[in-house]
């Protein structure tokens, strides 16, 4: 059974640094590029980060880079987001999601492309 299990989202204030981590069971993890996504209350699922199969390639939309850093461990099947100079606009429902698809060599940046997620975790940002 296939499982995608997030931790490390908090309460911080604006200015913070944060790490998220995701921890994938029973998952082929080397066939599958992973995703950080978030939703915010009203708004729909957007992705933050995402990482090639191998871990040698990232994509961030202009929103978080310079600020958020994905990464990968084989070995521990997890994958990461380092997460800087959080802002209020930050605040949301962060996911972790594994696809096997790739589009024009990366990962897509829809969510109905992935098929397994985890639960979320909650990051919230106060100014």
């Known amino acids: 059974q296939v499982q995608l299990v997030e931790s490390g989202g908090r309460l911080v204030q604006a200015g913070a640094s944060l790490r998220l981590s995701c921890v994938a069971y029973?998952?082929?993890?080397?066939?599958?590029?992973m995703g950080w996504f978030r939703q915010a209350p009203g708004k729909e699922r957007d992705v933050v980060a995402r990482i090639s199969w191998s871990g040698a390639s990232t994509w961030y939309p202009d929103s978080v880079k310079g600020r958020f850093t994905i990464s990968r461990a084989m070995a521990k099947n997890t994958v990461d987001l380092q997460m800087n100079s959080l802002k209020p606009e930050d605040t949301a429902v962060y996911y972790c999601?594994?696809?096997?698809?790739?589009?024009?060599?990366?990962?897509?940046?829809?969510?109905?492309?992935?098929?397994?997620w985890g639960q979320g975790t909650q990051v919230t940002v106060s100014s």
């Open positions: 999601g594994a696809t096997p698809r790739l589009f024009y060599g990366r990962p897509s940046r829809a969510p109905i492309e992935y098929d397994y």
């Open positions: 029973g998952l082929p993890f080397g066939s599958r590029a």
